[in-house]
């Protein structure tokens, strides 16, 4: 298995995890929030990740899209606008980042909070950041021996 489908199906698990508890049918859109990079083969990367997950998650995301810090388009504002857009009644934002550094912690925590005055009748929420997901350890193990195959 590719460390792309690893990242997919690890990414898609925690997520499932992450909101299982919250009952009935809305219409959820996630946003998978990345840095962003000049070099436009890494967003490139992002976007192809994203497309994975959306065809992993099934039913459980109305949409799944990806948006970026900065250095890229869509930003974190218009990702969330086009999940609205697309008829989101909860919008689950889930950082892409390894560590709970200042962008983590600060930054996108931030950018959620602009949108969401703007639409107070949509819950948005923040996922745990990739790096602090349970299923991490297990990934990182499923990588690494990957390599030895």
Do not use: W
Request: hydrophobic share 40%; with cysteine.
């Amino acid at each position: 298995m590719s460390t792309g489908a690893l990242n997919a199906r690890y990414l898609t698990g925690s997520l499932r995890d992450c909101f299982q508890e919250s009952g009935g049918q809305v219409n959820r859109a996630l946003l998978i929030v990345a840095h962003g990079s000049r070099r436009e083969a890494s967003n490139e990367e992002i976007r192809r990740l994203t497309e994975r997950v959306r065809a992993e998650a099934g039913n459980s995301y109305h949409s799944v899209i990806c948006a970026f810090l900065e250095l890229a388009d869509p930003s974190i504002p218009a990702g969330i606008e086009q999940c609205i857009t697309e008829g989101a009644e909860e919008v689950v934002v889930l950082p892409y980042f390894l560590s709970a550094g200042r962008h983590v912690s600060l930054d996108i925590p931030q950018e959620v909070e602009v949108t969401q005055r703007k639409h107070p009748g949509v819950r948005i929420s923040i996922a745990p950041y990739l790096g602090g997901a349970d299923g991490i350890s297990a990934m990182l193990l499923d990588c690494a021996a990957e390599d030895r195959v």
